[in-house]
């Protein structure tokens, strides 16, 4: 049973549009939630993180959504790059339980130049 | 700062065996992780220790062992290798504190034939 779920697969857009990735999630007690990047033959490396008392937090060109009654959050990314091309996980996880996080199955990214 | 190194980054193994994969980190975390990516999969939390001497199961346990005898080293150890253990490893490590994102390595591809 998945926890988190990115239901899109792949994204394509333009270099210079917007770029928005979602990810669903099911359990209520999750109250943390980070976006990772992750190119070919490396490990995912950390992008932007919120927590369940914001609903928005923003880093340069890129920011995270929540809408905690929905169970869904977002990453935008504005103006895209082609080297935001890569696969993006979003991770949630909850209080008190030694940072455990249940990831997506992720959304690979391609910014056309 | 070398962060999390698994060793090593590829592997061929046949049914039966029995190997040892790798992982040290350098940045004196606490928190270590080991998981498993399978194609068009999210990443599934196998083991995690939470200091030297303390180690849990996760989401997808059966088939491995880890130990924890020092805070930089978390070897992940599958005995009789099956095909369903055909997967990428991602090796992790954090900080305690809610919500602190792990530093990956850069991962052991194993496939069991």
């Known amino acids: 049973d998945q926890q988190v779920k990115q239901n899109s697969p792949s994204l394509s857009v333009q270099e210079g549009r917007i770029s928005i990735l979602n990810c669903d999630y099911t359990n209520s007690m999750f109250d943390y939630f980070l976006w990772y990047k992750k190119y070919p033959a490396e490990g995912p490396t950390f992008l932007i993180s919120?927590?369940?008392?914001?609903d928005k937090n923003e880093d340069g060109r890129f920011t995270v959504f929540l809408n905690k009654s929905a169970k869904h959050l977002s990453l935008h990314i504005v103006p895209s790059q082609p080297g935001d091309s890569a696969v993006y996980f979003c991770a949630a996880s909850g209080w008190g339980n030694f940072n455990k996080f249940y990831f997506g199955s992720g959304t690979k990214l391609n910014v056309k130049p | 700062n070398a962060g999390v190194t698994q060793t090593p980054k590829f592997r061929i193994l046949k049914i039966g065996q029995s190997m040892t994969l790798q992982c040290a980190q350098d940045m004196n975390h606490n928190y270590m992780y080991w998981y498993r990516q399978d194609p068009g999969m999210g990443l599934k939390l196998i083991y995690y220790s939470v200091g030297a001497g303390i180690t849990d199961k996760g989401e997808v346990p059966n088939g491995y062992n880890v130990s924890r005898s020092t805070t930089e080293d978390f070897p992940l150890r599958l005995e009789l290798a099956a095909p369903s253990q055909t997967s990428v490893y991602f090796c992790?490590?954090?900080?305690?504190?809610?919500?602190?994102?792990?530093?990956f390595g850069s991962g052991t591809r194993l496939t069991v034939v």
């Open positions: 992790a490590s954090s900080s305690p504190g809610q919500g602190n994102g792990y530093t």
């Open positions: 919120i927590s369940s008392i914001k």
